[in-house]
Each structure stands twice: as C-alpha cells, then as structure tokens.
C-alpha cells in the first residue's frame, strides 16, 4: 500500500467526549504534519513532527488538541472535551523530510462530526 | 504576512473547455515554493506540481500548464480541453523558506466540468 492512512475515516461523537484520530505516514517518511478542513476555514495547519518531536504547537486551535508520533511512524491527534466547532475533516500528510520545498503526501481524512 | 489567495470560489465549463484557475500569493521570503493541489470528490489531496522562487518557467503536463510570474505574484493553472474527471477543488499553496514545511493553502476553487 504505501500510502498515509488514517482512521477512522469517519466518527461521530457527542460533545464533550474525547476522540483520537490515527495518521500512519509513508514508511521512512521522517515528516509527519496534521491539517483541519472546515467550511469557513479552509485547510489549516495544525502542527508537524520532525521525527517524534514536536517543536511548534502553536498551530493548535486550544489546549484541548494534542498531539503526539511515537517510533517515528504512527501519530495520534487527540481532542478532549470535543466542541461543535471541532467538527471538520482533519487531513494528516507525511514527507521525506521537514524541508518546505518537499511535496506531502495526504491521506483520506477523518471526518469528525461533533453533535 | 504569508497569504494565498484563490479569488475564484467555483467555476463551472462544459467539457471541452479550457479553463483558467487563479492564484496569488504574498511573501516577503524571496525564497519559497508554490505548490497545487487537487482534491476530488473523494477527498484525498493529490499533489499537480511545485515551483521554486528561482524558476519562472512556465511547465506545461498533457493537458495541464502553469503560469508564474513573479512581478505579479502570481501562479496560474490551465486545463486545456477540459473533462469531467478534471472535476474537483484545486488549491494553491505557498511554502516558504523560513517556515517549518507546513503549507498555506488558499480557500481552493471548485471546478465542475459539465458534459
């Protein structure tokens, strides 16, 4: 397969709750970064890890986002206490390196449905 | 300020048509690098092309061409002799060389090619 997946593609939750959401990136790929696709806001960046760090959370819309990559593969977006405003497509992308002139591969998404 | 701006929100053609999509961008780097995206109905961001800051040669792909031009801060996209499966949100994205590697989207403009 080769691609970056993610999971689940969908989820539906009630407010409140918490939710994680799985990226797996291409294998060897030492960049990893999360977007949020909404309506009004278009694609924004959340936060990138160079390896399994995390220089830069900045991007992070509250502190109810974290997020973290261990092994240098897999990451895991977590939301706590979920709003309505959380509800978006939440893309992750992977690159060879943190390099701004290298292409990103994106996965399918999760669309995440807050009620 | 780092800023893409894609004026045109959709644009409907009849197949066959060529079809010009729009894309500015602001920086203040003078090294940096513009990318585009196509998003289809199933959602996964597919990478069309790059470009550096040092290279204004326009890059022509089958049926797809690209204008930049830097004096106008500008990197146009062309669908010649357009078809259905052209069908999709494109988006332009700045990347730049003081950045982390996270890209800036443009809001995207919706293409619906029409037989």
């Known amino acids: 397969g080769a691609g970056v997946s993610q999971s689940p593609s969908n989820k539906v939750t009630e407010k409140g709750k918490d939710v994680e959401l799985r990226c797996d990136p291409i294998?060897?790929?030492?960049?990893l970064y999360w977007y949020r696709q909404s309506l009004g806001q278009g694609l924004e960046f959340l936060i990138y890890?160079?390896?399994?760090?995390?220089?830069?959370k900045s991007g992070l819309p509250s502190d109810r986002f974290s997020a973290e990559r261990t092994g240098g593969s897999v990451s895991t977006l977590t939301i706590q206490r979920t709003q309505q405003e959380d509800s978006a497509v939440y893309l992750c992308?992977?690159?060879?390196?943190?390099?701004?002139?290298?292409?990103?591969?994106f996965g399918p998404g999760t669309r995440l449905t807050v009620l | 300020a780092q800023k893409v701006t894609q004026a045109q929100t959709e644009i409907s053609v009849v197949e066959k048509e060529d079809v010009t999509l729009d894309c500015v961008y602001e920086?203040?780097?003078?090294?940096?690098?513009l990318f585009w995206y196509k998003q289809p109905p199933s959602g996964e961001l597919v990478f069309l092309i790059r470009?550096?800051?040092?290279?204004?040669q326009n890059e022509i792909s089958g049926r797809y061409s690209w204008n930049f031009q830097k004096s106008t801060s500008s990197f146009n996209f062309t669908i010649t002799a357009s078809q259905v499966v052209d069908s999709a949100v494109y988006f332009c994205?700045?990347?730049?060389?003081?950045?982390?590697?996270?890209?800036?989207f443009g809001k995207g403009t919706k293409l619906s090619v029409k037989p």
């Open positions: 470009r550096n800051s040092f290279d204004e």
């Open positions: 992308a992977s690159s060879s390196l943190l390099a701004p002139y290298n292409e990103q591969f």
């Open positions: 920086t203040r780097d003078t090294t940096y690098y």
């Open positions: 890890f160079q390896g399994n760090s995390a220089p830069d």
């Open positions: 994205a700045l990347n730049y060389g003081g950045s982390q590697g996270n890209l800036i």
């Open positions: 294998s060897g790929h030492t960049a």
